[in-house]
């Protein structure tokens, strides 16, 4: 491995709805889903984690929620300005081994977690177009990379907190693990533990992408473990995707 | 042109990846040869292992981190077994970084170490001490010269004391470990501070504090070099905030034979050998021929 | 909704402009009405004028900086004479913030001070004490004891001890000061720190050390208040580092009854102004209909 | 005084010769010579003071000189990004009386002190064009800001330490202060002091702009003190143009 914190161009930066923004990078590294960069802010001392939503023709997409001081330097950030990126980091989604055994796919995603399950979805097809995909985002209230995931998706439902688009409640209600053969899924912790939890009850497989704070990215400084059955874990390193049933919540 | 010796102990150069930021050496390997650096701290090292802290543990400041890991660790055993193998193909020093709860603990790690090949023991004395209500070891001076004794009684290595900048006097604290027998002495550690979440109204961390790293404390551990380095007549190896060449060169010019770098490995990957290469370059442009030389270059 | 009250004296809003980095109130009011500050602290004054050091006098570091200014100052007469009636059309609580190189120094500048119509004294008790070979008063708790005490005894004024962070014991501190008879404390005053310019070999500063500040140590200066606020059971004024509205909030949660903005005005000249609305804002935002019901919220 | 901090756009920023840089901002503010802005990097506590070199049609030129972390920050901007500054602060040179009463002037300029004679020298002769201006300049090695220097001087002369042009060696080796009425000065502080002592022996009255590390730039908190024989004064606010016959070296 080569990579290393290197300055790269911004080739789009636009926010998509209410706080949710699209970045353009160049980028040459090939990716796989669930994989994540980290960006660093020019005013910060520790990268942002940053899942890729998209790879397309030597550049990378992200999709990021306007959170705190990075995400807001972020924002701010015109074509043209450059960015400091390192990446791709962590195991990602294992997408040949997935559809070696799994037909029956669910891809559930929730707020911001929704970003790296387009590119999940997308390297699934592409990987063998005859797997059926069925897709469940979940927002708080505005929706965003709908036209995206269906795309990748043979279904898709959607559940919003406030009704504004499709079920009024949480994506959990609408699906059923039971109908599938794997669930991969990218959310809120609360979510995540729904979902396994479900699955658990139906015996269904479930692959989740974990969401810590970290530090060095690498696996090097412990700040981001996650506790599973298996012991401590490195979520930067040895996930951010783990066994649902392996995970303590 | 960069080697410097502490206490018999050959470094090939004065740039060490301090404890709790390096791992035992394998990740940052993929990235750059890492038996450039002069030597490398192992994680903290308890006799038992220890999951580390719950909750969140990790934290940005300006120009800083905090960090509450809890010195999540394999134990001493395991660390022997599956880690220093590795360690020692690396092609430099390993330091064994000892932490404890009590003295019988520090102990018992040490003695394990001991029959090793490691090249020198950093005693990491800002735990917890679990007798005196949770106080550190490293903040009255009386209490750390009792663990110091102990253990340079025992240690068959060379015995590097790491400081805490919460000691209540960092000088008398270096003065009375060194007494005690530290054959050298490393500072600082990380200093305790904290945050809150003001929508959660709670503090940020699980344990209310944590420790402070980065570039946010550099003045505060350059100062404390330099009051020690004037103290004591021991090697000492400076760190706190160190990101690049100069840093270096402004610790080892306040007294420091080496330094270590810790949060600087997270703002850069290649931090080490970044600082390795600045360093050799800052003295080639100023006709330093030995680093040896710059050592103390400040004091007055 | 955002008044306090500390010790009988009352505080429109908690904000109050730290000494030392405000002067006497003229220069910010070319910028904002400073009256809508909640206090302002003067610059520390001493019974003598002072010319201050001589060399450089400020450096930066990353996210903060350090000063050596060395208590320039007027004196107390030439502060009661030029300055006062100006800082008491300013319609803010007024703080005598006052040094002192030895008890006697300290005495007489409170003796002054009494006649007049300043609000509060804080009393720096971070200054170089020359009796005891000049090691700060705040350095160790019984010293800072006799000092307090004996200012306590003559004082006709509120009497607020400012604290230093570079105490052996933070909490011992206030506790000693408390019991010396301080009627509230406010903290931290600037943390010891050092820089050397290496093309020179030699420390920055001519005085070698100095005291650093802004955003990189508050998260040791909201620690100490925390801890000072869980032990001690005055009101207490919380600083180091502010620089928004959400950090007020936060050193309010940690206990603090009112906050000081110290290098935060050098970063912005309407720092004030602005903190005193974000602080509003928050509260609006989130429902709180008195300031001081967030005093302590985040103890534990 | 309603000024502060606020965000501006660069117009120009370019390199005039090695290390030394034009930056051209937008700004209303009128302006005298030898007023400076607070010059605030993106990761910076602090403000840089920097003269103002030339205002035109509410523009700003600033010339600054690649030193460290702030000024390289700012070498890196582009047209079009924007950037703090706060001012104009200081007392400037108070071009009205010192044309009042003296026809014959000398400016002087040491390096990067260049920077605020040109103003001085404009404003001048802006302010009476029958006075009569020679200018000195000193440099190391490069020299800059010469045509605009002369475009503003009925004579011109220039000094480097190297020899590469004009008289080799110190700008002072060529002035006589007898020949004028005044002498206004900008450059290194030994060169100061020595053209000082030069006036004092003369009897010449002389101005000088003095540098001292800032933090509030406002006149607040006295790390700009400069020593003089009226007590201690505060660079940003009282100066930075001081009486030459006053400063305490
Ligand atoms: C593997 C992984 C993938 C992620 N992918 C995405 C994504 O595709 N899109 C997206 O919008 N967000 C993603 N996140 C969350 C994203 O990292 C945070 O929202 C972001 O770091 C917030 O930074 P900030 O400076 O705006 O917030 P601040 O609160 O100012 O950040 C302060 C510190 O806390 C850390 N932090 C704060 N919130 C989080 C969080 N939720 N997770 C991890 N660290 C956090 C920051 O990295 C920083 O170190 C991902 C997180 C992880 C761990
Ligand atoms: C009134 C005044 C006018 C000035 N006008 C100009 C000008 O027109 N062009 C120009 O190139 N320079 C000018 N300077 C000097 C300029 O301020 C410094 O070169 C600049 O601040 C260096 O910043 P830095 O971050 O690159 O250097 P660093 O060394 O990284 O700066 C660290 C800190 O020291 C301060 N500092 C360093 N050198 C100086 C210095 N010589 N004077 C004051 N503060 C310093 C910085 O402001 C900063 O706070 C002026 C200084 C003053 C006081
Ligand atoms: C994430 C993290 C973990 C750490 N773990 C240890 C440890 O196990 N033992 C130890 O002695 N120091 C530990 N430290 C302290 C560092 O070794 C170092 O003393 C401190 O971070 C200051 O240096 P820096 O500013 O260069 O990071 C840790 C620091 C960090 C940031
Ligand atoms: C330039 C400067 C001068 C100061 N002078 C004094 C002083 O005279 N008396 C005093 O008690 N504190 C003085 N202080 C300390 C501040 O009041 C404050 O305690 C400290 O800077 C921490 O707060 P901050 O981080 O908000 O600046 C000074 C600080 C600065 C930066
Ligand atoms: S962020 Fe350092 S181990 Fe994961
Ligand atoms: S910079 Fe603050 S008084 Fe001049």
Chains 1, 4 share one sequence.
Request: negative net charge; glycine residues 10%; hydrophobic residues 40%.
């Amino acid at each position: 491995m080569s990579i290393n914190y290197y300055e790269t161009k911004v080739l789009e930066n636009s926010e998509v709805t209410n706080g949710i923004y699209k970045l353009v990078i160049e980028e040459k590294n090939s990716v796989k889903p669930g994989q994540f960069y980290m960006i660093l802010p020019k005013t910060a001392v520790l990268g942002r984690p940053i899942s890729v939503c998209k790879t397309e023709n030597d550049t990378v997409t992200f999709c990021y929620a306007l959170i705190g001081k990075g995400t807001k330097e972020f924002a701010n950030m015109k074509k043209g300005d450059t960015i400091k990126v390192f990446g791709p980091l962590g195991n990602g989604f294992d997408v040949e081994n997935i559809i070696k055994e799994n037909k029956k796919i669910a891809v559930v995603g929730g707020g911001i977690g929704t970003a790296p399950m387009i590119k999940t979805a997308e390297d699934l097809k592409n990987a063998d177009n005859s797997c059926y995909i069925h897709s469940f985002f979940g927002f708080r209230d505005d929706v965003y990379l709908e036209e995206e995931i269906k795309t990748y998706s043979d279904e898709y439902s959607c559940a919003t907190n406030t009704g504004s688009h499709g079920h009024k409640g949480f994506v959990t209600d609408l699906l059923n693990p039971e109908e599938f053969d794997i669930v991969l899924c990218c959310g809120p912790e609360i979510m995540m533990q729904k979902v396994v939890n479900m699955c658990k009850e139906s015996g269904t497989k479930v692959l989740i992408s974990m969401e810590k704070h970290m530090a060095c990215g690498v696996g090097a400084c412990l700040v981001c473990t996650c506790k599973t059955k298996g012991g401590n874990k490195r979520t930067c390193k040895d996930g951010p995707v783990f066994d649902g049933y392996e995970v303590e919540f | 042109m960069m080697s410097v010796s502490i206490n018999g102990v050959d470094f090939k150069n004065p740039i060490i990846a301090a404890s709790g930021t390096f791992g035992f050496g394998h990740e940052y390997s993929e990235f750059y040869d890492v038996g450039m650096l002069g030597g490398i701290c192992s994680k903290g090292l308890t006799i038992e292992p220890k999951e580390g802290n719950s909750g969140i543990r990790v934290f940005e400041t300006p120009s800083g981190m905090m960090n509450s890991v809890g010195l999540q660790n394999p134990g001493v055993r395991k660390f022997i077994e599956n880690e220093l193998p590795y360690m020692k193909t690396l092609g430099t020093n390993v330091i064994a970084n000892i932490g404890g709860a009590s003295i019988e603990d520090y102990e018992k790690a040490v003695m394990l170490i001991n029959e090793t090949d490691v090249q020198m023991i950093e005693l990491n004395i800002s735990c917890p001490n679990v007798k005196s209500g949770g106080m550190a070891f490293g903040i009255k001076s009386d209490v750390a010269k009792e663990v110091v004794s102990k253990i340079k009684a025992i240690s068959k290595k060379s015995l590097m004391v790491k400081l805490s900048p919460n000691a209540e006097n960092i000088v008398d604290m270096a003065y009375k470990c060194v007494e005690a027998g530290a054959d050298s002495l490393s500072l600082i550690n990380t200093v305790q501070g904290m945050a809150i979440d003001v929508r959660n109204r709670k503090p940020v961390f699980e344990n209310t504090f944590a420790g402070l790293s980065g570039p946010a404390v550099k003045p505060i551990a350059l100062r404390m070099v330099y009051q020690v380095c004037k103290e004591v007549n021991v090697p000492v190896v400076g760190l706190g905030g160190i990101t690049c060449g100069e840093d270096v060169i402004e610790f080892m010019m306040a007294g420091a034979t080496a330094v270590q770098i810790g949060t600087a490995n997270f703002m850069n990957p290649l931090a080490g050998k970044n600082i390795v290469m600045e360093t050799e370059e800052f003295l080639k442009k100023n006709g330093v021929k030995d680093v040896k030389e710059i050592i103390g270059a400040a004091q007055r």
